[in-house]
């Protein structure tokens, strides 16, 4: 019989950043003053106007056009018949929320699929009955055979490429040429060896290259899906054959722009990326439909299942809308948290519409910057902790499309009855009862 070491930790999150947040003002201008999104009627170009300095393609007939004077652009492309829509280029505030919870950290002292000497922290790691996914159960069992490496982006605050548990699980672009300045693959990124940079932009507007991570959540998200298994050092990622993309889209104060995102998730779907990583959001959406469009572009024409976090604001999302997870892309699975007591965690925010699966999310560790390790509670931790189970489930079934992958997810769930009224599933993600279901569908 498996033995636990049960400890408590009293601990507050400070959450200044991605989906710990909510957004506490709508005053001021929080959009850019030199870009406008601008969707066109089919077969329809860029109207001619002098006050365009230029135009970007986003995807279908989506596009952002950079200027001097916004408010009059506004009012010419809305007169004009080839227009459907113009939205600014929002983004979230500056704030900052306290959440405290009470997380359970359960050591399992039975780690025996994996050499890696802090893997006995990973409480999720623990079966089902015991309020994990069953990682160790299915790899001790040889029950996950994966038959293709999966993409996963990451888009996030950047990630440590040089993280001893990471550096050998990193994307390149296998069409780039490492440092010769030189657009080698012809996608409009010059030296994309990891990803891209939506922050940083060069003097012609266009995304740059650099995706270190100075804040530390894009590095510990990857961690929790990828981390090398049985490399002799720190921690394990669920996923086994699994490659990261880095794209920085989220500032350390997560105040990411709608462009940014739209960009980040174009980047990555052309590049391969199969699931799409997302532990950031905002509380108001401002009307906009561009980013719910390549969602739902991106889920359509490459494939790529998007996972969101539900945000931590303790609140029911079917009343008071977060963003991304509010959205409803088929392609879009929504992610709440749990604690290793089996309870939904206390900053966690659900909805039985808007919530599809919950995940261990409070006291997770995973990989920081500089070959540390750090524990870290969020929905943003619960997010990657489907990303990993969805990319381990991909890898060994890789003829499913998003949909029938997130139903997969949500129909294999751990069912937990305190869920029922909380979100969709009704449950807990299961790595095991996830690979079983997707199985039977090759049947």
Request: negative net charge; aromatic residues 6%.
């Amino acid at each position: 019989m498996k033995q636990f070491l049960y400890f408590a930790i009293a601990f507050a999150v400070v959450c200044s950043t991605f989906a710990d947040e909510v957004l506490t003002s709508q005053s001021g201008n929080n959009y850019s003053a030199d870009r406008l999104i601008v969707k066109l009627q089919p077969q329809q170009t860029m109207p001619q106007s002098k006050l365009i300095k230029r135009a970007q393609h986003l995807f279908a007939q989506t596009y952002v056009v950079y200027t001097n004077n916004l408010h009059e652009l506004e009012k010419v492309l809305q007169k004009n018949d080839s227009v459907v829509y113009t939205e600014r280029d929002f983004h979230s505030e500056r704030v900052t929320e306290l959440a405290r919870d009470v997380a359970t950290v359960r050591a399992s002292e039975d780690a025996a699929p994996f050499n890696d000497p802090r893997v006995g922290s990973l409480w999720s790691f623990a079966d089902a009955g015991d309020n994990g996914i069953s990682v160790n159960k299915v790899y001790q069992e040889k029950s996950t055979k994966p038959q293709k490496e999966i993409i996963v982006a990451v888009v996030d605050t950047g990630v440590d490429v040089n993280h001893e548990d990471l550096s050998n699980v990193m994307w390149k672009n296998p069409g780039e040429i490492v440092g010769n300045g030189i657009d080698d693959d012809n996608n409009g990124y010059i030296d994309d060896i990891y990803g891209i940079n939506t922050l940083v932009r060069d003097k012609d507007g266009k995304a740059t290259v650099d995706i270190s991570d100075t804040h530390s959540h894009g590095t510990h998200v990857s961690g929790t899906i990828a981390a090398q298994q049985n490399n002799g050092k720190g921690v394990a990622g669920i996923a086994s054959k699994v490659k990261i993309m880095a794209i920085r889209t989220v500032p350390n104060f997560s105040d990411e722009k709608d462009v940014d995102v739209i960009e980040a998730f174009m980047y990555a779907a052309k590049n391969g990326a199969k699931i799409i990583n997302c532990s950031f959001g905002k509380s108001h959406n401002e009307g906009g439909n561009s980013v719910a469009e390549a969602i739902d572009f991106i889920g359509k024409e490459y494939g790529v299942l998007v996972v969101a976090a539900a945000g931590n604001s303790s609140q029911n999302i079917d009343i008071r809308p977060t963003y991304p997870a509010s959205f409803t892309s088929e392609n879009l699975l929504v992610v709440a948290s749990t604690t290793s007591w089996g309870t939904m965690s206390s900053f966690s925010n659900y909805g039985k519409v808007g919530v599809d699966i919950a995940a261990p999310g409070s006291s997770i560790l995973s990989t920081v910057p500089r070959n540390r390790y750090s524990s870290k509670s969020g929905t943003s931790m619960a997010s990657p902790t489907v990303a990993g189970v969805a990319a381990e489930v991909l890898a060994n079934n890789p003829n499913l499309d998003p949909v029938t992958l997130k139903s997969v997810l949500m129909t294999s769930v751990t069912k937990v009855s305190a869920f029922s009224s909380k979100i969709a599933s009704g449950g807990r993600i299961d790595l095991k009862k996830a690979l079983v279901e997707a199985k039977s569908l090759n049947k």
